[in-house]
């Protein structure tokens, strides 16, 4: 069977084609992804979350089939931790920057900036993409004087 050059063209297109949208997907799945969901009003968010600050925040996060794996909400009781200073994954740590209190986002977080290749067992298991819908409620800033 003899197959013309425009045919064999056609498919080597396809086949390439198809290679660069897998690589798309799996780019984007490499990349920290935030998704503003609630924004705040420029002329009410009088300071924004920057390394050092102690966030107050709201969060569920989930696997990437939707399995919640933690949620402070389940708590009723909020999560303080300090901003830029490795107490959380880095996923964390980049995607909450410039946060206005009241703002919501949607952190879609690589495996190397949440729990790697060892996850966190029993719930978060090896290479995992995280999902976290994060609430900003509050910031305490200790400014220099």
Same mark, same amino acid.
């Given at each position: 069977?003899?197959?013309?050059?425009? $045919?064999?063209?056609?498919? $080597? #297109?396809?086949?390439?084609?198809?290679? #660069?949208?897998?690589?798309? =997907?799996?780019? =984007? +799945?490499?990349?920290?992804?935030?998704?503003?969901?609630?924004? *705040?009003?420029?002329?009410?968010?009088?300071?924004?979350?920057? +390394?050092g600050d102690v966030l =107050?925040?709201?969060?569920?996060? +989930? $696997?990437?089939?939707?399995?919640?794996?933690?949620?402070?909400?389940?708590?009723?009781?909020?999560?303080?931790?300090?901003?830029?200073?490795?107490? *959380?994954?880095?996923?964390?740590?980049?995607?909450? $920057?410039?946060?206005?209190?009241?703002e919501k986002r949607k952190? *879609?977080? @690589?495996?190397?900036?949440?729990?790697?290749?060892?996850?966190?067992?029993? +719930?978060? @298991?090896?290479?995992?993409?995280?999902?976290?819908e994060v609430e900003l409620?509050?910031?305490?800033?200790?400014?220099?004087?």
């Amino acid at each position: 069977m003899k197959i013309s050059k425009t $045919l064999q063209v056609g498919i $080597l #297109v396809a086949v390439f084609a198809a290679m #660069v949208s897998c690589d798309d =997907k799996e780019e =984007k +799945k490499k990349k920290l992804q935030i998704g503003v969901k609630k924004r *705040v009003d420029p002329d009410k968010c009088t300071i924004k979350s920057r +390394k050092g600050d102690v966030l =107050k925040m709201h969060y569920t996060g +989930k $696997l990437e089939d939707g399995t919640k794996f933690d949620s402070s909400l389940d708590r009723n009781e909020p999560f303080k931790f300090t901003l830029g200073s490795g107490q *959380v994954i880095k996923g964390w740590d980049q995607g909450l $920057l410039g946060m206005c209190e009241g703002e919501k986002r949607k952190l *879609v977080i @690589p495996s190397d900036m949440g729990y790697g290749d060892r996850g966190a067992p029993p +719930k978060i @298991p090896p290479k995992a993409v995280l999902i976290f819908e994060v609430e900003l409620l509050g910031i305490e800033r200790n400014d220099e004087l």
